[in-house]
């Protein structure tokens, strides 16, 4: 059954349709889900509703479907996003959905949908195309090769029927970057793609005190960072084995780990710390408040997230935004972090990711303070919101009439 808070949410959706004149134009975004444990598609595509709105006269409404017992709210999405929460029998429940994500994104000029393989984000496109109106995809990475493959007996055939359909009901596919748009047109799309990358803020450094305290064994300490869901598929595994040799070299070395556990991998990595031996090297801090993640981000020397499948990772972009020189994989798609001088592209194998490591961590003072500087200009000059913002604006003009952007790939 839906609850009885969905019911509210239903009258919610019936009589307030997005503020502003009625002649302005309008997009709603539709995603799945609002808690931290379940990653970043929700706070990305909220930061993008936000910025397009705030540069534009386009009114935005989200609408973010989530399970009844999501609670806690991730770091970047707006209170005032609808937020419709599912429970009981799940068929009836999406079946129910239905009603609700009609009488929104028929108030709408554009339905942005973001995410795959959640019923919710089918039953938008459909919706928006049999009411005539521009649909815009963004899938965030789940078209990656390591995503396909995990539970791919599900994913296989469920692509086939029912994903790969739907998105080619879109009038526009957006890419995080060029590799994702090859990844549609590998899916079999053949629909106009727009590379609009995820954008970032401005971060600045803040009083680390406050951190030290709550956590004084990282005083004095060359801090490495790890800021991410702590899921075997961001990485946090190999990072703990390749801890052996950083610790070894660099006994000032510490590593911080904080993010929200996801399929109980924070057990596996602690059990990994006690069988290496290296709990005094190593803090888990689970999920920490938008003040703390800001500390941490100040207090840090580096920040490493050797990921094995990413959209655009957002942590790396706040990372880079603060002047943190970062150490990634390929797979966080981050383009310019190498050949800018902002930090490493490595392997996360754990003796090159180790050997990385400890070679950054061996960095001289003035060294680091220029990959500090080239870490803030590429987030600057290439994803801050104002850059990204803009040309997501200028596809919604498109789809409706306008121009075609430069952003738009020939097809």
Not at 4 to 19: E, G, I, N
Not at 291 to 308: D, I, N, T
Not at 324 to 336: F, Q
Request: hydrophobic share 40%; charged share 20%; glycine share 8%.
């Amino acid at each position: 059954m839906i609850t009885s808070k969905l019911s509210a949410t239903a009258a919610d959706v019936a009589t307030a349709p997005p503020s502003g004149p009625e002649s302005a134009p309008s997009v709603v975004d539709v995603w799945s889900h609002i808690e931290p444990r379940y990653g970043g598609v929700g706070p990305a595509a909220g930061a993008l509703a936000t910025e397009v709105q705030r540069i534009s006269d386009f009114q935005s409404y989200q609408v973010a479907v989530c399970n009844a017992h999501e609670t806690v709210l991730a770091d970047g999405i707006s209170p005032t996003a609808l937020r419709i929460p599912l429970s009981g029998f799940r068929p009836i429940s999406d079946l129910r959905l239905r009603p609700l994500l009609s009488t929104a994104i028929r108030t709408c000029s554009i339905c942005h949908v973001h995410g795959m393989w959640f019923p919710a984000t089918l039953a938008a496109r459909k919706i928006a195309a049999d009411l005539g109106k521009p649909v815009v995809s963004s899938v965030h990475g789940t078209l990656e090769a390591w995503e396909l493959k995990n539970k791919s007996y599900k994913k296989r055939p469920y692509g086939l029927f029912l994903e790969r359909p739907s998105l080619a009901r879109s009038s526009c596919l957006r890419a995080l970057s060029e590799k994702e748009a090859g990844e549609y047109r590998a899916f079999g799309l053949k629909n106009p793609i727009a590379v609009v990358p995820t954008g970032i803020g401005r971060f600045s450094r803040t009083d680390t005190a406050p951190l030290l305290a709550r956590f004084p064994q990282l005083r004095s300490k060359q801090v490495v960072l790890y800021l991410s869901r702590v899921h075997h598929k961001k990485g946090v595994l190999n990072l703990i084995q390749s801890w052996r040799s950083v610790a070894s070299k660099h006994a000032d070395s510490h590593l911080l780990v904080i993010g929200a556990d996801f399929e109980g991998t924070t057990a596996t990595a602690k059990h990994l710390i006690s069988q290496y031996g290296l709990e005094k090297a190593v803090t888990f801090t689970g999920v920490v408040t938008p003040s703390e993640k800001q500390q941490a981000l100040s207090l840090a020397r580096y920040f490493c997230l050797p990921s094995y499948s990413e959209g655009l990772s957002a942590a790396v972009l706040e990372a880079l935004s603060i002047g943190l020189p970062v150490i990634i994989t390929p797979a966080c798609n981050v383009d310019g972090v190498e050949s800018g001088g902002a930090g490493y592209v490595v392997s996360n194998n754990p003796p090159e990711l180790g050997e990385a490591i400890s070679e950054a961590l061996s960095r001289e003072g003035s060294t680091w303070d220029l990959m500090s500087n080239a870490a803030k200009v590429l987030a600057l000059t290439k994803y801050d919101w104002s850059i990204i913002g803009t040309q997501m604006l200028s596809v919604y003009q498109w789809l409706l009439g306008g121009p075609k952007p430069a952003c738009v790939l020939p097809w």
